[in-house]
């Protein structure tokens, strides 16, 4: 009787690895095509190289528990079986879309008695980022004893997804997305393969065909493929050949990566931001492209650039800000994809505008002030005394009305005794604000040139 015999339903036995016939039949080319040996796995080899970290491990023997951390089509699945079977293990494959508690203690349990034997016990959870805080801690005591080997993968960066226990317990591999060179590659073996690809088929392939396929993957093999099983579908009805029109019949759209709610979202938001701090209006039309393209919401990226208005700009060109909000109002009033080019044309002013942080800058020195010292009451010259007690309690007196002052201003001190003197905003000499600058010094000499008041 087997060990896994009892295993909950959906769940995989120990993988041993299927005669080429029985893994063909009916099997997506992705799956007939996966590398089951290390020296069939391509790419990532900063870490599967010669002296690398991940390969010294397995040819140690020894492979702990482990995130592996990448875009999807990289191959973090394939390189788990590859090394379940290189260090002789059971391998239990998981899912956390379809698996929930009562499954994780099941698995556990199985694991168990498998170490009683002295055999080894990989779980691979694909997408652990999904379980929730009590569902990754139910792993924490098997993960620490050893009674299994944790092998975790998902699309999202495991500091924010992962519990710090756990995490802690664990190596972190990050899986980088396959070159052009490396899918392009990978496709001809599968066009060629007589025995797991389309090379019964006896198909051929343009270069440029297959450099299209690869180019709109975006570094995931497994959407390469299955864009190939596509076009190959197509050849069979044009000369049983794949040329660059049938590729680009067959792939349709680009695969972007990217989640709204993930890390690939706020990394292509801060190129865009960063972009338009460093006045480029090429990269920053690209990064907004790529998020409209992959349909990000078109509100989110106009509250964005609004930002960059406020925060990059400034008093530098104060009318940017105007224009951000009128872009936002025609993305409202015309919807996507028309109002989009409001935006473009927004992002571009920003790039193109004088920049300024100095009210940003100001504002947070001031924010920092009021966190870290004492709150002290408003002077009383500069109260209102609505009543005749609180003229009797001085306030108001002293108050200086500017619009009867020569120059507009009077020499009076507007912040708490122990804050006088403070200087938090420094204007540029960018755009506009170097306006501002110049009219702060003339204020600065009225005031010098006033008999001393409050």
Known sequence: MSLFDNMPSGQSSPSKTLPHAVAAAGAPLAERMRPR?????????????????????????????????????????????????????NFIEFSAVTSGIKEIKQVMAAAERAAEM????????????????????????????????LIGAT?????????????????????????????????????????????????????????????????????????????????????????????????????????????????????????VRNSDPDAA????????????????LARRVVRMAVEDIGLAAPEALNLCLSA????????????????????????????????????????????HTRQEPVPLHLRNAPTRLMKELDYGKGYRYAHDEEGRVADMNCLPDSLMGRTYYHPTQEGREKQLAQRMEEIRRIRAAKPKGI
């Open 37 to 89: 040996t290390l020296s069939e796995y391509s790419g990532q080899d900063h870490l599967l190289g010669p002296g690398k970290p991940l390969r010294v491990q397995i040819e140690r023997n020894d492979p702990g528990s482990m995130i592996f951390w990448g875009p999807p089509g990289v191959g973090k699945t394939t390189l788990a079986k590859i090394i379940a079977e290189a260090t002789h293990a």
């Open 118 to 149: 002295h055999a080894r016990t990989i779980l691979f959870v694909d997408e652990i980022h999904r379980f929730n805080k009590a569902q990754q801690d139910a792993f924490l005591p098997y993960v620490e004893r050893g009674t299994i080997c």
């Open 155 to 275: 699309t999202e960066n495991p500091s924010f997804e992962i519990i710090s226990s756990l995490l802690s317990r664990c190596r972190v591999y990050v899986l980088q997305p396959l070159s052009e060179d490396r899918i392009v590659a990978l496709l001809r073996r599968a066009v060629e393969d007589k025995d797991r690809g389309l090379g019964a088929l006896n198909l051929t392939a343009d270069d440029d065909a297959l450099a299209l396929i690869a180019a709109y993957s975006s570094g995931d093999c497994r959407n390469a493929y299955n864009t190939l099983e596509v076009a190959a579908q197509l050849a069979l009805n044009n000369g049983d050949h794949i040329s660059k029109s049938t590729a680009a019949d067959a792939v349709q759209q680009r695969v972007l990566m990217y989640d709204k709610s993930g890390e690939e979202h706020y990394n292509l938001i801060s190129a865009l931001h960063k972009s």
């Open 285 to 300: 039309l690209y990064w907004l492209a790529r998020m409209f393209a992959a349909g990000e919401d078109p509100l989110y």
């Open 328 to 371: 936002k109002q025609a993305i409202e009033f015309l919807g996507s994809p028309e109002g989009d080019l409001a935006l473009a044309e927004a992002v571009v002013y920003l790039c193109l505008a004088p920049k300024s942080n100095s009210v940003y800058t100001a504002y947070g020195a001031v924010l920092d002030e009021v966190e």
